[in-house]
């Protein structure tokens, strides 16, 4: 029998966790998050002035009696934020002992459970070169058994094109929302334009990049032939201590590039070693990012 991606100690202690987003969507109303627009709620927010056509049960008769003048109250309403959870299954994420797709899986997993438990709109939108067929759900954390059962089925394979795929996505999901894109960003192709799109059609970007230790910090050094996990083109190489140094460089400056896309659009971004027990990335990391609260 195979081994749930999450055990049940692990989704109790996610129950204590909310989904965080910094723009106002209009979602649905009825989740267990506050926006900043007014309308039907518990929680006060403010006071504007009535207008013709307004409902008069909203009006503050106490202060219409001290000022002579007519206020309509306000207050916080509670909206389902739609979250798109877009999930890089390339190649590319298998490489190795698949132990990154793996990782992936888990945190997408745990991240939809504690949306579920607030009752937010979860979307779940696997993609390489398209986007796959995806899972939606939402309605409390009994929903939760389809979804670890869809996350377990999924496999990895073909190339990563976030051009088609965002593109893919944008011509079916209009809503604005929150998208997570959990990926390793490995696109041959320029991934910042098409992730721009995703900010201009009103989406707010958190960005988590997974990468395996030995995918930042090669350990080889000689002459290697290097093969593309998804194209399985072949690169022959020697390998130094300084060329070594040099590709570090690299991709730590590739990864300020994707920082620097989402914090410039408003989002967030978080770069984690799947050495790095999910646990940790949970509770730590991604709360000191603000991903949730």
């Known amino acids: ?19 965080h987003w910094q723009k106002s969507f209009s979602g649905l109303v009825g989740g267990h998050n506050l926006s900043r627009f007014a309308g039907g709620g518990q ?21 219409y ?16 934020v739609p979250v798109h959870m877009l999930l890089d299954c390339s190649a590319s994420m298998a490489a190795g002992d698949a132990a990154k797709f793996t990782y992936a ?13 607030r009752l937010d709109s979860m979307a779940i939108h696997p993609f390489s070169s398209h986007i796959r067929e995806g899972k939606r ?45 959990i990926s390793d960003f490995l696109d041959d192709q320029d991934c910042l334009r098409p992730l721009q799109y995703l900010a ?11 990468w395996a230790d030995d995918e930042r910090t090669p350990p080889w050094t000689g002459e290697l032939d290097l093969t593309d996990s998804e194209t399985g083109a072949v690169l022959q190489m020697d390998v130094d201590r300084h060329a070594r140094a040099e590709y570090t460089r690299r991709f730590d400056a590739y990864s300020a590039q994707l920082q620097q896309q989402a914090l410039r659009n408003g989002g967030r971004y978080l770069g984690v070693p799947i050495s790095m027990p999910i ?3 949970i509770f730590d990391s991604l709360v000191r990012a603000r991903g949730v609260a």
């Open 105 to 117: 899986r888990k945190l997408t997993a745990a991240l939809c459970y504690v949306g579920l438990v």
């Open 65 to 80: 009696l001290r000022l002579d003048k007519l206020f309509l109250k306000m207050f916080q309403i509670e909206p389902r």
């Open 43 to 63: 929680e006060f927010l403010d006071h504007r002035h009535f207008h013709q056509g307004d409902d008069l049960r909203a009006v503050n008769w106490r202060a």
């Open 137 to 181: 759900c939402g309605g409390g954390r009994h929903r939760f058994t389809p979804v670890m059962n869809y996350l377990t089925s999924l496999a990895p394979g073909g190339v990563t094109d976030f051009k088609a795929a965002i593109r893919e996505f944008l011509s079916t999901d209009q809503q604005p929302g929150l998208i997570i894109l």
């Open 200 to 210: 201009d059609f009103g989406h707010e970007l958190l960005l988590i990049q997974l």
């Open 279 to 281: 646990e940790d990335l």
């Open 1 to 19: 029998m195979q081994e749930p991606l999450l055990a049940r100690k692990f989704l109790e202690r996610l129950e204590r966790l909310t989904i």
